[in-house]
């Protein structure tokens, strides 16, 4: 593979898998970072990554770091998590830079765009970083970008937060013992853009609900103890409790996982990505089981 990919978000966890799978498929690969000095950075430029200081916001730094490229891959970059340590959502941030890459995209003529959005951004959440990725998605769709949209679920990382409690003894959450929650592997998002950039033909103008996993809560709190050896407790958290430690938006979208639920299915990646990580394997993978 020849074609060079410019990928934002490079030094993290969703731009980090892409540009890991982009990598090791022989795609030439540049990556958008802030800051060069930064040792995930380094660590790319050593695999022969291109990297190209720039900033979401600064339009002068993105046509320069677009020129040439064949394909883009970014991702909506705010969180419910984001916007509790911010103080609160600044979802207007993030749908300014995506609709601003997108425009500086359409006019360098980029051949391939993919955009991590979000699962079941197509229908209205009321989860506000859900709803700032939908308006991405229709801001490409009216520019007419050849497009693909990948539409992650709940991140299987998000669990190594709470590690130290889980192999305690205890996964804490606010849903409902047999409320099933929709999981995905990080890595297995890489895999999925660069098998896109792969065959264009094939996804350009597709969107994929992307899930690994349905566990309910029990199940999953079953699974980590078969992982790690010893038992671990599913507790579900008042609501107000989890809202006064992490959020209202947080509390929003675990609201969301509560009463509606991904409509990604498991079966579906699989049928794309045969080696599309469980839980248990995900687990296995990150060294929970010692």
Do not use: C
Request: aromatic share 8%; charged share 20%.
């Amino acid at each position: 593979m020849t074609k060079l990919i410019l990928v934002t978000g490079a030094t993290g966890k969703q731009g980090g898998a892409v540009a890991d799978h982009l990598l090791r498929q022989g795609f030439a690969v540049r990556a958008l970072v802030r800051d060069p000095a930064k040792p995930a950075a380094q660590a790319l430029a050593r695999r022969g990554a291109e990297i190209a200081m720039g900033d979401l916001d600064d339009a002068a730094t993105l046509r320069h770091a677009l020129a040439g490229v064949h394909g883009v891959f970014t991702y909506g970059v705010y969180s419910a998590q984001a916007a509790h340590e911010a103080g609160g959502s600044k979802v207007s941030s993030e749908v300014r830079q995506g609709r601003l890459l997108a425009d500086l995209a359409a006019e360098a003529e980029v051949r391939h765009f993919v955009y991590g959005s979000v699962g079941n951004a197509d229908g209205k959440t009321g989860v506000p970083h859900f709803d700032s990725k939908a308006q991405v998605e229709s801001h490409i769709a009216r520019l007419g970008l050849p497009a693909t949209i990948l539409r992650p679920v709940f991140f299987m990382q998000n669990w190594e937060r709470m590690r130290a409690a889980i192999e305690g003894g205890t996964l804490a959450q606010p849903l409902s013992p047999w409320t099933v929650h929709k999981q995905i592997a990080v890595r297995d998002i890489g895999a999925m853009a660069a098998r896109a950039f792969a065959d264009p033909d094939h996804w350009i103008g597709r969107a994929i609900e992307l899930a690994g996993d349905a566990l309910t809560m029990e199940e999953t709190a079953a699974t980590m103890s078969r992982v790690i050896g010893r038992p671990v407790r599913y507790m579900q958290m008042p609501w107000d409790a989890f809202e006064a430690r992490l959020g209202r938006e947080s509390t929003l979208m675990f609201r969301f996982f509560e009463t509606v639920g991904f409509v990604a299915d498991p079966a579906q990646l699989r049928a794309e990505l045969p080696t599309a990580h469980t839980l248990d394997a995900y687990l296995r993978a990150a060294g929970w089981g010692g």
